[in-house]
């Protein structure tokens, strides 16, 4: 059976550019190994990754010894979900792609909360010029 996402329905794609999600492999799957809970499909804003740099995240500075290439806003990224509800009790929530966040995420975030900042991002960005 295939993942699920928030809103019932087949778990879409987050992001391939970077590669995101715990298992690299392009979505917010989740699993017994992933203690953290990478299953929030966030876009990042600048806003969210200096919230994240602040309390001990760091999402913006490149890692190569972990093929991280570190996030710019605009990037499609798989976030814990408790980080994403800090930020969100912050004021400085990135806005989520409901249709790529998994179920889980509802474990320890609201769906009230994960709607209110919900967006819609074509799997292209280009299509947006």
């Known amino acids: 059976m295939a993942d699920r996402n928030v809103l019932g329905g087949e778990l879409e794609p987050c992001g391939t550019d970077p590669l995101t999600g715990f298992y690299r492999d392009g979505c917010c799957n ?25 309390i001990g995240n760091d999402l913006s500075t490149p890692m190569p010894q972990y093929h991280f290439p570190g996030l710019v806003p605009g990037d499609r990224w798989c976030v814990t979900a408790i980080n994403w509800l800090r930020a969100h009790h912050d004021g400085v929530a990135a806005p ?9 995420a509802l474990e320890i975030v609201p769906l009230e909360a994960l709607r209110e900042h919900s967006v819609d991002v074509p799997s292209d960005p280009s299509a947006l010029t």
């Open 30 to 54: 989740t699993g017994p190994d992933d203690l953290g809970s990478h299953t929030i499909c966030a876009v990042m804003t600048g806003e969210f990754l200096e919230h994240q740099r602040r």
């Open 96 to 104: 989520v792609v409901l249709a790529s966040t998994h179920e889980r």
